[in-house]
């Protein structure tokens, strides 16, 4: 931090403002006052600081001076700052903020002065934390305010956990971030972090009983500008549009806002400063890891719920009030594996493979330390690829021609989406006889190579991943209505559209005031409209993880849950 000699005289105006209150205290007791120590008042009067200071010092000690001791300290604090000798202030100061006296909060305020004026910010920041005096408060956010305008943006950034709760810190670190023109993104998130500041606040913000969505999707690529209708958010997107569409016909109050995030950055941030986002009662992606710290930075602070709709990976996510997944995270999917694996008598030797995303290698990561502590036994731990995945299970002892029943494993757990993975996997199973367990994720159900019912053994198991429940009766009508307007049957990711707008609808109510963290919390268990259903008792993803078996054709829930 810059070192600010030319501030001393308007930090001293301040101070002597202090002064008053002193010279009434001492005037009770001004009979016994000692001539020294009222000539060192007269010196520091007339900002003779050095003189001041050395004469002061003769009346530091409480054991030959008592509580004159402590004004003292105080006054030598002050006169050791004007003569720019903040390190010495610090000497004098430190001590008094400990002491049971009258001038204590006035002592902590003057001693985080002498931080500042040290370059010592931190312990500055701490000592205005200690003030309960409302009036030193405030003016110790002022003193903040100023010096920490002028640090650099990683300091403040390194440090706004801890202090996030003062004013002055927050608006200062938004004054250096919207000074600079080239921002990082970490920088960048804690900028609209700050512009989001108060933007849906509950005080200020009137709810209606319309239920406004914003959604906020890469629609195109910057590159080439177009729209394909093949694209995972186009259908996405059909789904949600869908869904608000069925809800206005049914005479349920929904609008409708859609932005294309364009995958730029800074078209993202004109986004956020749209009128209609402040509004808004939730907002519904985007869906790539930068775009969605970054909405997920405003949300947090304009209090408006942001739905990722997507993903598994909610780690950074962990500790927020108003970022979700609309999907079990990582953590959750592991631990309904293991919840369903320890229902069911298999055994307790279990192999894993994993395919190189992001998802499946923490999956893997946290089955291997999870298993063990439940009493499982890792036989095998292997990454996957097109090329070794028939191999995967071939080295288990699942071959043509060996009894199954002399495996060397009780169970297998595949983790991967790649039907390039599946596709031998399951190539395999079929030129053999096993009743291994073989647990999957439940996108194996979508693919067209895969015939279940054709197996000798019905050994596959599928992992929810907000699995469609697809031979209800909701999924029936949807597929009809959803053929009849766009002339195809819904995606996957057409059904999670449709779902997660029913999700919302479900949850953001003026029951519970919009409030959807309080909605969610009220239940332990939410059924789905076309999807097995929920679980987000506080909780910022879906902990509702059944295993499913494949029974005459239908899905079944391996447990009761």
């Known amino acids: 931090m810059p070192h600010l000699s030319d501030a001393y005289p308007r930090f001293m105006r301040k101070l002597f403002l202090l002064l008053p209150v002193f010279l009434i205290c001492l005037e009770a007791w001004s009979q016994s006052v000692p001539e020294g120590y009222q000539r060192a008042q007269v010196l520091l009067n007339s900002r003779s600081y050095w003189d001041a200071l050395n004469s002061f010092k003769e009346f530091t000690s409480v054991e030959k001076y008592g509580n004159l001791a402590n004004y003292a300290s105080f006054h030598s604090g002050e006169a050791a700052l004007g003569a720019n000798q903040p390190a010495q202030a610090i000497e004098f100061l430190q001590p008094l903020v400990s002491r ?19 370059n010592q910010a931190l312990e500055a920041l701490r000592a205005i934390a200690r003030i309960e005096d409302s009036a030193l408060q405030e003016k110790a956010q002022d003193l903040s305010f100023e010096y920490l305008t002028k640090s650099s943006p990683n300091f403040l950034i390194s440090n706004l956990k801890e202090f996030e709760s003062q004013p002055a810190y927050k608006a200062a670190l938004g004054t250096v971030l919207k000074s600079k023109s080239v921002l990082s993104s970490e920088e960048k998130a804690l900028y609209y972090e700050m512009q989001g500041i108060g933007a849906n606040s509950s005080s200020g913000q009137i709810k209606d009983d319309v239920l406004d969505i914003v959604v906020i999707l890469p629609f195109t690529d910057s590159g080439n500008g177009q729209i394909s209708p093949s694209s995972f958010t186009y259908e996405l997107f059909q789904g949600i549009r869908f869904a608000v569409n069925n809800m206005n016909r049914e005479g349920v109050n929904v609008n409708l806002s859609t932005f294309d995030s364009q995958r730029d950055m800074n078209h993202l941030r004109s986004i956020l400063q749209e009128p209609v986002v402040a509004k808004a009662d939730v907002i519904l992606g985007p869906i790539y890891p930068d775009e969605s710290d970054l909405v997920s930075a405003f949300a947090e602070n304009a209090e408006i719920p942001f739905v990722h709709p997507l993903s598994n990976l909610g780690e950074r996510f962990v500790g927020k009030q108003y970022s979700y997944l609309f999907r079990p995270s990582a953590q959750n999917l592991v631990e309904g594996i293991i919840k369903n694996l320890k229902g069911k008598t298999w055994g307790n030797r279990v192999a894993i493979g994993y395919s190189g995303s992001s998802r499946d290698e923490k999956m893997a ?121 766009n002339l195809a049957f819904p995606t996957l990711n057409a059904v999670l559209g449709r779902e997660l707008v029913y999700w919302v609808s479900q949850n953001l109510k003026p029951t519970f005031g919009f409030d959807l963290r309080r909605s969610l919390n009220q239940q332990v268990y939410e059924p789905g409209k076309l999807t097995w259903g929920f679980n987000f008792q506080n909780s910022n993803s879906n902990q509702y993880v059944p295993v499913f078996s494949i029974e005459t054709g239908e899905l079944k829930p391996l447990l009761n849950q």
């Open 365 to 485: 990561a946290l089955l291997n330390e999870r298993l063990p502590q439940e009493g499982f036994q890792i036989v095998g731990n292997t990454r996957l690829d097109p090329r070794n995945a028939a191999n995967f299970l071939s080295d288990l002892g699942v071959r043509p021609g060996k009894d199954s029943v002399n495996l060397d494993v009780d169970q297998v757990i595949i983790l991967t989406d790649d039907p390039s993975i599946a596709q031998p996997t399951l190539a395999l199973v079929e030129s053999v006889t096993t009743t291994l367990p073989i647990l999957v994720m439940d996108s194996w159900l979508g693919f067209n190579f895969a015939n279940y019912e054709m197996l000798e053994f019905p050994n596959f198991y599928f992992i929810s991943n907000n699995s469609p429940a697809l031979d209800s009766e909701a999924m029936n009508s949807f597929k009809s209505e959803f053929y009849g307007r």
């Open 100 to 118: 049971n006296w009258k001038g204590n909060q006035d002592a902590e305020y003057l001693l985080a002065t002498a931080y500042f004026q040290n």
